[in-house]
């Protein structure tokens, strides 16, 4: 009997300890990830600070531009990041943009069914159009994520189209052929490539050269960092203007939180 009980003491004391053990890693875990996520976002952000401050020195430059849109490829400790202002203007206007433009948006970038995609477009104009605001709208979408209200809408469908739309700051795709502005978007994605420099973008509204993309007053500024094995991206929205109280000539309109987009190569 007392053999049992020191062999069932020994048994408890094993699953403890490897509940402890098991409860440390996940601890190391996550503190690595808030680690890489703070060194991702800080490489991030000054990446972008330089990127822009290059665009407010040589407006009319070619170099550092990538098939007309202005990019960077820098280097903090042993983060490697690369950064690319997109004018805004080249985005899909969840605010403006026509019903059809919409339809397919949802249709050829988040693989919707033409019959849902439709349906979704039509309440996404409906909610809009709803200034009185209430449960069935509020007339404006102040941000992407403000999509999420809209009837049928979902995470992973917002997730699909996030690197196609913005909330007021687009708008230059109103009068475009969609498949082929989804088309160019698409290949401007983070982690599609496009820091090979190999795109073809003078179609894109606001990109047609590298001056006219320079010219642009509001930017989607995306800032890929290699941290922890991993490719994060850190996105700001930025305008050509200057804050108040600030002495940057450009202003931050919008920062979200960096998120992992891929492995690092």
Do not use: C, K
């Amino acid at each position: 009997m007392a053999l049992a009980i020191v062999v069932w003491f020994i048994a408890g004391m094993s699953l403890l300890v490897a509940g402890i053990v098991s409860q440390a890693r996940v601890d190391i875990q996550l503190a690595q990830l808030h680690l890489f996520r703070a060194q991702a976002e800080a490489a991030g952000d000054g990446a972008i600070h330089l990127l822009m401050a290059q665009l407010q020195e040589s407006p009319g430059a070619d170099g550092g531009a990538m098939e007309g849109l202005p990019f960077g490829r820098y280097r903090f400790g042993e983060a490697e990041v690369r950064v690319m202002a997109l004018p805004a203007q080249a985005l899909v206007d969840v605010n403006s943009a026509p019903q059809a433009l919409l339809a397919q948006l949802w249709s050829e970038a988040a693989g919707l069914p033409r019959d849902e995609a439709v349906q979704l477009a039509v309440n996404m104009v409906e909610w809009r159009s709803n200034r009185g605001g209430g449960n069935r709208g509020g007339g404006r979408f102040d941000v992407v994520e403000d999509v999420l209200r809209v009837e049928g809408m979902t995470r992973t469908r917002l997730d699909a189209v996030r690197h196609f739309i913005s909330a007021g700051q687009g708008g230059g795709m109103a009068n475009a052929a969609p498949q082929e502005r989804l088309r160019q978007l698409s290949a401007l994605a983070p982690g599609s490539g496009w820091n090979s420099g190999s795109l073809e973008t003078s179609a894109l509204p606001g990109a047609r050269t590298p001056q006219a993309a320079r010219s642009a007053t509001r930017f989607r500024v995306d800032a890929i960092v290699d941290v922890g094995g991993r490719q994060w991206l850190r996105r700001r929205w930025v305008a050509s203007q200057s804050a108040m109280d600030s002495r940057l000539p450009w202003r931050t309109e919008r920062t979200e939180i960096a998120r992992v987009v891929g492995n690092a190569p």
